[in-house]
Nanobody, 116 residues
């Protein structure tokens, strides 16, 4: 399975970004897909996920109401819409299945930096 994340960048606090994750080698429609992030000096954490039926689950309370995950199965792409960004959202963002061992690999991630 290959995962390619894109869309990150430098943004001011309060700004927005839309991340994309192109998945090849596996069907995203039958897997729960999630966005993970790893901040400097911290462990990678699962932020939110979308189940095959479309239900979103949040694992980080601070992103509720600000982050939205979606999926286009025809394009085999997962998206993360991030609004009202805060400096504490600064991290490398990755997408993967939930749990991540299902795909057995990680992409390179995309860096999101939020300046205050």
């Amino acid at each position: 399975v290959q995962l390619v994340e894109s869309g990150g960048g430098l943004v001011q606090a309060g700004g927005s970004l839309r991340l994309s994750c192109a998945v090849s080698g596996s069907r995203i429609s039958t897997n729960t897909m999630g966005w993970y992030r790893q901040a400097p000096g911290k462990q990678r954490e699962l932020v939110l996920s979308i189940a095959s039926g479309g239900t979103t689950t949040y694992y980080v309370d601070s992103v509720k109401g600000r982050f939205t995950i979606s999926r286009d199965s025809a394009k085999s792409t997962v998206y993360l819409e991030m609004n009202s960004l805060k400096p504490e959202d600064t991290a490398v963002y990755y997408c993967n299945a939930v749990p991540s061992w299902i795909f057995g690999s990680w992409g390179q991630g995309t860096q999101v930096t939020v300046s205050s």
